[in-house]
């Protein structure tokens, strides 16, 4: 089960012509997601922990930005993008591992506990 508080994420893909990777940091606090990359992508959403299953379950939305390039080849063009990403999240903190499908493409996602959130 993931513990509310920051996370960092590296992703990765094997797309034409080899392998790319990324990070981001994300916010879990009382269900809600809210996170970044470097280059002005935004995600926000929900994570909910499902007992019988023992996943956490990750609905998110993910604003690219104009122009924005992703690391599965996909580009938000002049307008940019909007994605919506689920996920089920196995493991718990501090360390869990999903693969998501990104604009078609799998990712794989490694999310790292930081640290508890100040009060």
Known sequence: MLEDGLY???YTTVCEG??????????LRNGRILGSDPWGGVF?????????????????????????????????????AV?????????????AATVVEVAGMPVNVELTYLGPLPN
């Open 44 to 80: 926000v959403g929900s994570c909910e922990f499902d007992p019988d299953a023992g996943l956490d379950k990750v609905r998110l939305q993910f604003d690219v930005p104009p122009e924005g390039k992703l690391i599965t080849g996909f580009s938000a063009g002049p307008a940019g």
């Open 18 to 27: 080899g392998s790319d990777a990324g990070s981001a940091l994300a916010v």
């Open 83 to 95: 994605l919506d990403i689920v996920a089920a999240v196995e493991g718990d903190s501090p360390l």
């Open 8 to 10: 960092g994420l590296k």
